[in-house]
């Protein structure tokens, strides 16, 4: 088992900046890729970024367009989505993932552990 805890969201105005942490425990963290996800009210849960177990290898969603930026600190169990220059469709709340295995993917049933999720809310 592992358990991820979100923490960072709350409201940022566009243009601004914020950064999400997602805490890990319970395995080795090294041993799984980590991703995060986003959900707006009334749509799907979306891809939004992931990273490899090393952290060297990472892939985003296309419509973030540079923007955010995934990273992890393994020797803290931590994985981060620093969120830049954020506008209102980035509204959702964010879940962090991990998936025990090599292979970066964007399908959320890929993923074998969730978080409970933050509220980011970007106003205009």
């Known amino acids: 088992q592992v358990q991820l805890v979100e923490s960072g969201g709350g409201l940022v105005q566009a243009g601004g900046s914020l950064r999400l942490s997602c805490a890990a425990s319970?395995?080795?963290?090294?041993?799984?890729?980590m991703g995060w996800f986003r959900q707006a009210p009334g749509k799907e849960r979306e891809f939004v970024a992931a990273?490899?177990?090393?952290?060297?290898?990472?892939d985003y969603a296309d419509y973030l367009k540079g923007r955010f930026t995934i990273s992890r600190d393994n020797a803290k169990n931590t994985v981060y989505l620093q969120m830049n220059s954020p506008k209102p469709d980035d509204t959702a709340v964010y879940y962090c993932?991990?998936?025990?295995?090599?292979?970066?993917?964007?399908?959320?049933?890929?993923?074998?552990?969730w978080g409970q999720g933050t509220q980011v809310t970007v106003s205009s």
């Open positions: 990273v490899s177990r090393g952290g060297s290898s990472t």
């Open positions: 319970g395995r080795t963290f090294s041993n799984y890729v």
């Open positions: 993932a991990a998936r025990r295995s090599m292979v970066l993917t964007r399908t959320p049933s890929n993923y074998d552990y």
